[in-house]
């Protein structure tokens, strides 16, 4: 059964940094690709960032230069450490795994999501 579990989040003002954890059970670490989502009220849940199982990570024109992914492998856990931050980048951010090599871009593709954790930012 993959578990997946969120944690970080919370509230800064522009321009501050926030950092996500995804912790993955339940299959491989390095046999799966792990992404980011966020959603807003009203919006669809859009793509932030994935990281595919060889590490490579891949970045929305939106976050590009402000967010990056890292790996702990021993900790079987992805980070997402935000930078820089906009009132724009205010959602909820969602963790989500495949069993693919390559992370697909489609919200579609995913079946395994986290709780969800919140950032605002505000002036």
């Known amino acids: 059964q993959v578990n997946i579990m969120q944690s970080g989040g919370g509230s800064v003002q522009i321009g501050g940094s926030l950092r996500l954890s995804c912790s993955v059970s339940?299959?491989?670490?390095?046999?799966?690709?792990i992404a980011w989502f966020r959603q807003v009220p009203g919006k669809q849940r859009e793509k932030v960032a994935r990281a595919d199982s060889d590490g490579t990570p891949h970045y929305e024109e939106s976050v590009e230069g402000r967010f990056t992914l890292s790996k702990d492998n021993a900790k079987n856990t992805l980070y997402l450490q935000m930078n820089d931050l906009k009132p724009e980048d205010t959602a909820m951010y969602y963790c989500t795994a495949s069993g693919m090599r390559v992370c697909p871009r489609e919200r579609s593709a995913y079946a395994y999501w986290g709780q969800g954790t919140q950032v605002t930012v505000s002036s």
């Open positions: 339940g299959f491989g670490y390095s046999s799966h690709c």
